[in-house]
C-alpha cells in the first residue's frame, strides 16, 4: 500500500552514522556531544580487557577491598539507580541494568515493597539473571558489578514486555480447617486474634527486611501473631504472607481487616532449645508451686535472676491477681526496693584482741539529740556578730563614689 500523502514529503535518510560506543572502545578525550563512559576494568597491572563469553571471565579477577570500595564510594549519593517494586524482577528491568553498565562499571538497584522480605532470594535472582556480581549491599540498596572484562555489545538480548501478563492462579491461601487444627479451633484462634495488639505497622513501599526475624521472636511469647498492613494493597500482603508461610515457617490465619494473623503451628520448635527452664508458678522465696515449665533464652534467664537477687524484680506466689490486688503488691515492692536501694551494708571492724563492732551498734549505743547536732546559739539572732557588723567597706571609699564626687563639682 503506498504511503498517504500529508501535504509534506517523506524524510529522507540521515547520511550521519552515530558510532556505538562500548566499554572495550570508549570515545576519544575531547570529543564533544559524547556522555561519560567508564573505562573497562579495573584490572592489575600489566593486564588488559580480553574478548569473554562464560560469566566467570566476564567477571575476571576477584574485586579487592580498596577496588570495591573505590566503586562504591561515588555511587553512594548518585540517583542514578534502577527500582526494583512491588511486580519485581523483569525483562525491561533486566535491559535496563545493562543499559546502565554501557556507561558506568556499576548499577544500584533500589528495592522496595514485597521483595525485600527475602533480599537473599533478590540477590541471588539478580546475579543469575544479569551475569553481574554484587559487591555492596545495604538494607534494600544493591550494588552489582559488571565485571572486568564486560563488553555491552555481547551482551544478552532480553526480548521486551509492552505489557504486563496475566498473574497466575495460586492456591487459596486461608483455609477453614487449616494444618492441624479443626474448624472450631481455628475460628477460637481468629476471636483471639481481634483483640491481639500488631507486632508492627507495614509501610507502603518500606523496606520489610528483618520481618521474619521479628515474626520469629514473637513467637517465643505467643503462639499468635498479628501484623498491621493498612495502607497495602491487597495482593501485597497476601504475597507477603505467602512468604512468611515459607521462610517463618507458620500457619495462615486470615487477612481480615488489612492485618496478617499467623499461628505458629503444633509443630513449632523454639529459637533456644537448650536454654534453661523457667518455673510458671514461683513462691517468693524461689521455690516451685508446679511443673509446668517454660523455655526461655539463658541471657534472659540470668537477667531475671540478677534483678531478683538485686530486688529489682520480684516473684509473685499468685499469678491470677486482681487489679487492686497487684497494685498493692507493686506498691509494697516498691517501699522495699526503695529502700535496698538507698541502704548499704555495715562496715564491720575488728580490734587486736579479737573483738568486733560495728557502726550499727555504735549508732543504736549512742542516741543524740537535735540539741546536740545542731546547738541553739548557732542560730542565736541577737548574738551574731554577722548580723550585728557594720559595712565592711567605709562610705565612700568606692570608685564609683569617686566619680560621682567629680561630676558633682563639675
Not at 561519560?36 to 563469553?53: Q, R, S, T
Not at 558506568?104 to 514485597?114: E, I, S, T
Not at 522465696?285 to 534472659?300: H, I, Q, Y
Not at 555495715?346 to 573483738?355: F, I, K, N, P, R
Request: proline letters at 8%; aromatic letters at 8%.
Amino acid at each position: 500500500m503506498p504511503r498517504p500523502w500529508t501535504g509534506k514529503q517523506p524524510l529522507k535518510k540521515s547520511k550521519k552514522k552515530i558510532p556505538l560506543f562500548d566499554s572495550f572502545d570508549p570515545p576519544p578525550p575531547g570529543k564533544k556531544g559524547v556522555k561519560y563512559v567508564e573505562l573497562p576494568g579495573p584490572y592489575p597491572f600489566g593486564k588488559y580487557p580480553k574478548e569473554a563469553h562464560s560469566r566467570e571471565e566476564i567477571l575476571g579477577e576477584p574485586l579487592k577491598k580498596w577496588e570495591i570500595s573505590m566503586l562504591v564510594k561515588p555511587m553512594l549519593s548518585d540517583n542514578r539507580q534502577v527500582n526494583l517494586g512491588r511486580d519485581g524482577l523483569t525483562h525491561n528491568m533486566l535491559d535496563l541494568v545493562h543499559t546502565h553498565w554501557k556507561r558506568r562499571r556499576v548499577c544500584k538497584v533500589k528495592c522496595k515493597g514485597v521483595p525485600t522480605i527475602d533480599m537473599n532470594n533478590v540477590c541471588r535472582r539478580l546475579e543469575e539473571k544479569t551475569g553481574g556480581k554484587i559487591i555492596h549491599r545495604v538494607g534494600g540498596v544493591v550494588y552489582i558489578f559488571r565485571g572486568r572484562n564486560y563488553n555491552y555489545r555481547t551482551r544478552p538480548q532480553y526480548p521486551l514486555m509492552l505489557w504486563k501478563p496475566a498473574a497466575p492462579v495460586y492456591p487459596k491461601l486461608i483455609q477453614e480447617a487449616p494444618e492441624g487444627l479443626t474448624k472450631d479451633e481455628a475460628d477460637d484462634l481468629r476471636n483471639k486474634g481481634k483483640s491481639l495488639l500488631p507486632i508492627c505497622k507495614l509501610a507502603k513501599n518500606g523496606v520489610y527486611t528483618t520481618l521474619v526475624k521479628d515474626v520469629k521472636n514473637a513467637f517465643e511469647g505467643s503462639s499468635l501473631v498479628k501484623i498491621d498492613c493498612k495502607g497495602l494493597h491487597a495482593s501485597d500482603y497476601k504475597k507477603l504472607g505467602a512468604k512468611l508461610k515459607e521462610l517463618v515457617p507458620c500457619v495462615l490465619l486470615s487477612f481480615d481487616d488489612e492485618q496478617i494473623l499467623i499461628w505458629r503451628g503444633k509443630n513449632w520448635k523454639s529459637m533456644y532449645p537448650e536454654g534453661p527452664a523457667i518455673p510458671q508458678n514461683f513462691d517468693t522465696a524461689g521455690g516451685l508451686d508446679g511443673s509446668e515449665t517454660v523455655r526461655s533464652s539463658p541471657k534472659m534467664m540470668s537477667l531475671w535472676k540478677r534483678a531478683i537477687e538485686s530486688s529489682k524484680a520480684l516473684l509473685l506466689d499468685e499469678i491470677n491477681l486482681g487489679p487492686d490486688d497487684l497494685l498493692k503488691k507493686v506498691e509494697e515492692f516498691e517501699n522495699i526496693s526503695q529502700a535496698s536501694e538507698h541502704s548499704y551494708p555495715a562496715l564491720v571492724l575488728s580490734s587486736e584482741d579479737g573483738a568486733s563492732s560495728s557502726t550499727a551498734e555504735y549508732e543504736e549505743s549512742e542516741n543524740y539529740s537535735d540539741g546536740d547536732i545542731y546547738p541553739e546559739d548557732d542560730f542565736d539572732d541577737e548574738n551574731d556578730e554577722f548580723y550585728d557588723s557594720g559595712p565592711l567597706v567605709p562610705l565612700g571609699s568606692l570608685p564609683v563614689d569617686q566619680i560621682a564626687e567629680r561630676l558633682r563639682r563639675k
